[in-house]
């Protein structure tokens, strides 16, 4: 093999090596969403957006409107949120370890764990499923296109972004014991 086929070659296999990890990462962010999206629907119930937990509530503000896709905000998602994003950081505390692409890939996989898990408690929800997934019986999803929350394509689109950048031309490394 020449110099250029064999560079072929090792991009070619970085390629799939990073393929491999991604789908791994992906795979794993599915599960956890999946695994969480039980854990809410034992919690919430029917009442989806913790309508009936004693938490506090913020229903109107012009921020919410901004940053939280129009909805309440709770006690109980606030503190859900923040700690799902820590849940999400804790490797770099870790393996103290840090980078732009490490930090968009945490970020692209709290993006995608929060639509698998919005979705997955809406059809594994007995008190929705697939035939309640819509704006008359999803109240506080505000904003709606081609049957989905608008949230679900911003997500998917930014969280495919940052995924993409943290494993573009990105050779594994070994963690040390």
Not at 50 to 71: C, F, N, S
Not at 84 to 99: N, T, Y
Not at 141 to 169: C, E, I, N, Q, R
């Amino acid at each position: 093999m020449s110099g250029p086929e064999m560079r072929a070659s090792a991009d070619a296999n970085a390629v799939r090596a990073a393929l491999a990890r991604a789908t791994l990462m992906v795979g794993a962010v599915c599960l956890l969403g999946f695994y969480f999206a039980m854990v809410e629907i034992q919690i919430e119930g029917a009442s989806g957006w913790a309508a009936a937990l004693p938490t506090w509530r913020i229903e109107k503000h012009w921020l919410l409107d901004i940053v939280w896709g129009g909805r309440a905000l709770t006690g109980y998602h606030a503190w859900i949120f923040s700690f799902m994003i820590l849940v999400f950081h804790l490797p770099f505390a870790m393996f103290a370890r840090w980078s732009f692409k490490l930090e968009a890939r945490a970020i692209g996989g709290v993006l995608l764990f929060w639509i698998i898990e919005d979705f997955a408690w809406f059809l594994a929800n007995p008190d929705y499923g697939w035939s309640h997934f819509d704006p008359r019986h999803v109240p506080w999803h505000k904003h709606w296109v081609l049957g989905l929350p608008t949230d679900y394509y911003t997500f998917t689109a930014v969280g495919a972004a940052a995924l993409a950048y943290s494993f573009w031309g990105v050779r594994p490394e070994k963690i040390e014991d």
